[in-house]
C-alpha cells in the first residue's frame, strides 16, 4: 500500500488508503487553490483552470452536436458559464467532473432547441436496446503500433469508426477511451450509473472492434523474413 | 467451470479493464491459452483501445483554444466572478 505523508507528515495506512480514493472522488487541493484565488480576484488564473479540460468539453460535445463548429460555439459557452458559475462548486466531485457537467447541459440544451433529442436514450440509465455486438472473429492479430498513426487515412478511419457509434455509446468512448477518464468519472460526466458506462462501453468496443479489426489489418507492419526462416 | 468462446466475448472490455474478479480473470487466461480466436479478438479490441486513445487521432481544431481563451479573456475582463456563497 502507497503510504504518503499526512498534515504532519506521519505515514498512516488507513488514513492514505482514504485519501487515496478520496483524491479520486473529490476536487485536488491545487484546483481548489486555484480557485479560492480567482474568485479573491485573480481572475486571470481561470485561464490555466479550464485548459486541461478544453479536449473533453470539446469531443465531449463535437460526439454530442456532431458539427465542430457547433461544437466549438457551445464549448465558449460552456467555459463562460464555468466562470460565472466557479462560485457555486462544491469540491464534491472532480472539477473536471463538474466542468463536463455543464458541457453536457449546454449540448442538450443545444439539441432541445434543435429538436433532435430522445431523452429516452441519452439520459436512460440501464441499456435493454438489443443488437449484435458479436466481435469479428479474427484467427490472429498482428499488432498495429502506435507510430503507424502518421500515416493520417488510419487516423481517419478512427475518427469515421468512432462518428458511426450510436450516441450513447460515442459519449462513453469518447470519456473514457479517448480522454481516458475513469468509469467513476464518466458515470458522473454523463449523469449515468457507473454500470451503464460498462455496458455501453463494452458494446462501443465490439462494434469499433468489429467495424475496425479486418481494415486495420492492412496496416500491420510487414513481416520481415529472414534468411533460413519459411 | 469451463467457459466458452461467447462468454469470453461478454468479458473482453472488463478484461482490457483490468475490471474482473480474479477467479473469472484466471479462467479467461485459461481458455486463452488454448483459443486462437479469443486471443485475436482480444488483442485487436485493445490495440483499438490503445489506437483510439493516442493524441494525434482526436485533436482539436487549429486556433479552438486561442479563440476560446480570447472570448473568455473579454467575459473575464467584464465581469468578475460572483463571490462564493454559504
Redesign the interface.
Known amino acids: 500500500m502507497e503510504l504518503l505523508p499526512d498534515r504532519i507528515g506521519r505515514l498512516h495506512p488507513v488514513r492514505n488508503a482514504f485519501q487515496a480514493f478520496f483524491r479520486l472522488t473529490t476536487a485536488s487541493q491545487s484546483d481548489l487553490d486555484c480557485i479560492r484565488r480567482?474568485?479573491a480576484?485573480e481572475?486571470?488564473l481561470?485561464?490555466e483552470l479550464?485548459?486541461p479540460c478544453?479536449?473533453p468539453i470539446?469531443?465531449l460535445l463535437v460526439s454530442m452536436l456532431k458539427s465542430?463548429a457547433d461544437a466549438?460555439d457551445a464549448?465558449?459557452e460552456t467555459?463562460?458559464k464555468v466562470?460565472?458559475?466557479?462560485?457555486?462548486f462544491r469540491g464534491d466531485s472532480q472539477f473536471r467532473t463538474w466542468v463536463l457537467s455543464i458541457a453536457r447541459n449546454e449540448g442538450l440544451a443545444r439539441l432541445r432547441k434543435l429538436g433532435s433529442l430522445r431523452e429516452d436514450s441519452l439520459d436512460a440509465d440501464t441499456d435493454e436496446q438489443t443488437g449484435d455486438y458479436?466481435?469479428?472473429?479474427?484467427?490472429?492479430?498482428r499488432?498495429?503500433p502506435?507510430e503507424t498513426?502518421?500515416r493520417r487515412e488510419?487516423?481517419e478511419m478512427?475518427?469515421q469508426a468512432?462518428e458511426g457509434l450510436p450516441e450513447i455509446y460515442r459519449n462513453v468512448?469518447v470519456l473514457r477511451?479517448?480522454e481516458?477518464m475513469d468509469?467513476r468519472e464518466t458515470a458522473a460526466a454523463l449523469g449515468i450509473s457507473e454500470a451503464a458506462v460498462?455496458v455501453r462501453?463494452?458494446r462501443a468496443?465490439?462494434l469499433?472492434?468489429r467495424e475496425?479489426?479486418p481494415k486495420?489489418k492492412g496496416f500491420a507492419p510487414k513481416r520481415r523474413w529472414f534468411w533460413g526462416r519459411a | 467451470m469451463m467457459i466458452d468462446c461467447k462468454h469470453v466475448w461478454d468479458q473482453i472490455s472488463a478484461y482490457i479493464d483490468g475490471d474482473l474478479d480474479p477467479s473469472l480473470r484466471a479462467e479467461i487466461d485459461k481458455h486463452l491459452e488454448t483459443c486462437e480466436i479469443c486471443s485475436a479478438v482480444l488483442d485487436s479490441t485493445r490495440n483499438v483501445v490503445v489506437l483510439m486513445a493516442d493524441d494525434r487521432v482526436f485533436e482539436l481544431p487549429a486556433g479552438f483554444s486561442q479563440r476560446l481563451h480570447q472570448r473568455l479573456d473579454e467575459e473575464i475582463t467584464s465581469n468578475p466572478p460572483q463571490a462564493p456563497t454559504g
Request: proline share 2%; hydrophobic share 50%.
Open positions: 480567482i474568485l480576484g481572475k486571470q481561470f485561464h479550464i485548459r478544453e479536449k470539446y469531443f465542430q466549438e464549448a465558449q467555459a463562460i466562470y460565472r458559475n466557479l462560485h457555486l458479436t466481435p469479428a472473429v479474427l484467427t490472429s492479430w499488432e498495429i502506435a498513426l502518421e488510419l487516423g478512427l475518427r468512432v468512448v477511451d479517448i481516458e468509469i460498462k462501453l463494452h468496443r465490439a469499433l472492434q475496425l479489426a486495420l
